[in-house]
């Protein structure tokens, strides 16, 4: 019987006092609440902008230049962007297309900040910065092609530092060019950039190629541009693309990838932004206001 009596006491005593304190201890163990859950005194979940902008952009994709100075003046953007791969190359930005292996665009701003004393790197490479899915252009591509490795952001506009100088020579910142070309107008043309460039004006450039349907090829399916267009605009620094204006200067080129042209001046090349845009089927400028990027874009100015 005293047995009996003891044990229901003891059942008695744990159903009283001890049995609380567990539950008690269960309260307070802190758990980690679900999205959107309330958390008490927990510091509160960053909100959904906060969390998209720390949130990387995917590879490729349009935002992955969003907000580079290289396209303060507006993305170029065609009506097809399942061939646009965006690259984000810090000393200039690029479309790149995998159909074409080579670049649709490449776009850069440039100012005297860009000019240094950094030599020449000439280390022509592949691009890691490409998805392994795609092809990588390499040299054996150009070799015995009849064509030079053209390049689009030139190796003169980032002499600042030999890591920009060196990005300059990455496949994907070259389409193929005749050497009349290349050494030609086109350089030429360069020359004139960076002597405005020099005395303090801020340049914002973009070049790509113009093709032809379909497309020649060098190497392993490299396509060959039947021209190459360049757009540049000049600016004072510290002006953004509201301060464009009808009076800014706008250069709009179209020069041919074919032989002929070595000896001609860029200048017979000029023509109007509306021009390129139709050849290319890009529209540029977009950043600037409606109603003067109509009028910059319509004219041809001669320098």
């Known amino acids: 019987m005293l047995s009996t009596f003891a044990l229901v006491a003891l059942l008695f005593v744990l ?9 008690a201890l269960r309260v307070s163990t802190p758990v980690e609440p679900p999205a959107g859950a309330g958390g008490g005194a927990r510091a509160p979940l960053p909100s959904p902008s906060a969390s998209s902008a720390a949130t990387p952009p995917r590879k490729g994709s349009e935002a992955a230049i969003e907000g580079s100075v ?8 065609d009506t097809d962007p399942s061939d646009d791969h965006f690259i984000d190359q810090r000393s200039y930005v690029l479309s790149y297309s995998p159909v074409k292996r080579v670049p649709n665009w490449v776009a850069w701003r440039l100012d005297r900040s ?15 910065a490409l998805p392994a899915r795609f092809y990588r252009v390499n040299e054996s591509d150009y070799l015995h092609s009849g064509y030079d490795r053209g390049h689009l952001c030139p190796s003169a506009d980032r002499e600042d530092s030999a890591v920009d100088n060196s990005r300059t020579f990455l496949f994907t910142n070259m389409q193929p060019q005749l050497h009349e070309l290349n050494a030609g107008p086109w350089q030429r043309l360069e020359v004139y950039a960076r002597q405005r460039a020099e005395r303090g004006q801020v340049l914002y450039i973009v070049a790509g190629g113009v093709f032809s349907a379909p497309f020649p090829t060098i190497g392993n399916g490299v396509a060959v541009p039947a021209a190459n267009f360049k757009i540049v605009v000049f600016m004072n620094d510290g002006e953004r693309a509201s301060d464009v204006s009808t009076d800014t200067e706008v250069l709009a080129v179209i020069m041919p990838n074919q032989a002929g042209v070595a000896q001609r001046e860029w200048t017979e090349y000029l023509t109007s932004v509306d021009a390129v845009e139709q050849a290319t089927g890009y529209d540029f400028l977009s950043a600037v206001p409606e109603g003067i990027e109509r009028v910059i874009e319509a004219r041809t100015h001669l320098p």
């Open 15 to 23: 159903a009283r006092f001890v049995l609380p304190q567990c539950a």
């Open 114 to 128: 860009y000019f240094g004393k950094a030599r020449r790197k000439d280390d022509f490479r592949p691009d890691p």
């Open 70 to 77: 290289h396209v303060a003046l507006g993305t170029p953007r």
